[in-house]
C-alpha cells in the first residue's frame, strides 16, 4: 500500500512539474484584447494588421535612421525567423516608422527587406502613426542630431507579439533574447494546433 501511495504521490508531482506555465521572454500582457486594426501605407499600397490574421505578429515602432536600437531589434527578428525554420512562415513582422517626413514607403520596404525580405514596412502621416501606436503605449519626439546624421528621434523600444487571433500577447524589451522568443513562439504554436 505505501508503494502505491508513493507512486500516486510520484506522479502528481510529476504532472505539477509538467502543468507549469510557460513563462514568456518579455513582460506578458494580462488579459490579452484584440489589437485594434489600422490601414498605413506600404510600398505596395495601404496595408491593414487585419491582412495578417492568423499569423503571429511582431509590431514594432522605429525608423530607417535609427542608429542602434531598430537595427538590433530587426536583426533580432531576422535570427528569429531562421531560428524558427519552416515554422517562420507563420510570423510576420511588421516595422511602423515614427518618423513619417524621412521614412517613405519605399524607404521602409528597402531598409526591412535589409534584414528579411518577408518583413513589411509601414508610414503614414502622424494622425495614422499616433493611432496605430495609442495601444501599444508609443512615444516617440524628435531630438537634436548631429550635422551628419541630421535629427535623431527618441522612441520606445519594446516589440510587441500579436498572437493569430491578434491578441497583443507579450512585450518584448531590447535585450531580448532570440533563443527565448523562439520558445514563446513554439509554445504558443504548440497552444494552437
Do not use: W
Not at 489600422?38 to 487585419?50: D, M, R
Not at 508609443?138 to 546624421?149: D, V
Not at 535585450?175 to 494546433?193: G, H, M, Q, R, S
Request: aromatic share 10%; net charge negative.
Amino acid at each position: 500500500m505505501k508503494k502505491v501511495v508513493s507512486l500516486a504521490v510520484l506522479l502528481l508531482l510529476m504532472g505539477c512539474q509538467l502543468a507549469a506555465p510557460h513563462e514568456f521572454a518579455g513582460l506578458e500582457l494580462t488579459a490579452p484584447q484584440p489589437a485594434p486594426d489600422f490601414t498605413l501605407e506600404s510600398a505596395e499600397g495601404p496595408v491593414q494588421l487585419s491582412d495578417f490574421q492568423g499569423k503571429f505578429v511582431f509590431l514594432y515602432f522605429g525608423y530607417t535612421f535609427c542608429p542602434d536600437a531598430c537595427p538590433t531589434t530587426m536583426a533580432t527578428l531576422a535570427q528569429l525567423k531562421q531560428q524558427l525554420g519552416a515554422d517562420g512562415d507563420q510570423v510576420q513582422v511588421i516595422m511602423i516608422t515614427v518618423d513619417p517626413e524621412r521614412d517613405t514607403a519605399e524607404n521602409m520596404a528597402e531598409y526591412v527587406a535589409f534584414f528579411d525580405d518577408s518583413f513589411v514596412g509601414l508610414t503614414g502621416d502622424k494622425a495614422a502613426i499616433d493611432a496605430a501606436g495609442v495601444p501599444y503605449g508609443l512615444y516617440y519626439q524628435k531630438e537634436e542630431g548631429s550635422t551628419a546624421t541630421g535629427y535623431l528621434i527618441s522612441h520606445t523600444t519594446r516589440v510587441y507579439l500579436l498572437d493569430r487571433e491578434q491578441n497583443a500577447r507579450v512585450a518584448y524589451a531590447l535585450d531580448a533574447d532570440v533563443e527565448a522568443i523562439a520558445a514563446d513562439i513554439n509554445y504558443l504554436l504548440n497552444e494552437t494546433n
